[in-house]
């Protein structure tokens, strides 16, 4: 079963959504800040310094996303408690089963809403959106070390609801 989930929460289980595309965002190293150099007129290339530390730039997600709720209390409760933990202050954890990942982001935007269902008729059970979720990755999560709970033979302590134990900064 997928686990994806911002901040501790399952994205399947609490709003009924699905990471359907985007993943390769994620994946994209972030661009390189702008280094010093000079473009000298008489000479071939560029001349810059070549021991001065890389810096990274933040990079923008983009991530497709399925929402459904059962009924249209469900859709709207779920919709509004995804948005309300997105957009609180600061970064959230992103979990992502697939790559066994975790990426610090803050809500950017949502963009391309899509209606899959009528989001109101009785004929229908569910209902669903599709919508692209624009994140922001402010600097590169690659650098942040994770901690694992283990047991003495190196294997990872796992919770009752199969969640893997995290110690973070």
């Known amino acids: ?22 993943l390769d965002d994620l994946l994209r190293m972030h661009d390189t800040k702008e280094r010093f150099l000079h473009d000298w007129g008489d000479e071939n290339g560029i001349e810059f310094d070549r021991k001065a530390p890389v810096y990274f730039k933040e990079k923008r997600v983009t991530l497709e996303i ?53 989001l109101k008729h009785e004929e229908y059970e569910g209902i669903g959106v599709k919508f692209n979720l624009v994140l922001i990755e402010p600097e590169p999560s690659f650098w942040k070390q994770f901690t694992f709970l283990t047991d003495k033979n190196g294997n990872r302590l796992i919770t009752t609801d199969n969640y893997a134990l995290i110690v973070t900064e």
Do not use: Q
């Open 66 to 118: 399925v929402m459904m709720g059962n009924s249209e209390a469900d859709f709207w409760n779920k919709y509004k408690g995804f948005f309300t933990l997105i957009t609180k202050p600061g970064t959230f954890r992103l979990y992502l089963d697939e790559l066994s990942r975790s990426f610090y982001c803050y809500y950017h935007s949502s963009t391309s809403f899509r209606k899959l269902t009528y």
């Open 1 to 22: 079963m997928i686990k994806d989930s911002i901040s501790g929460v399952t994205l399947r289980d609490n709003f009924g959504a699905f990471i359907t595309s985007g």
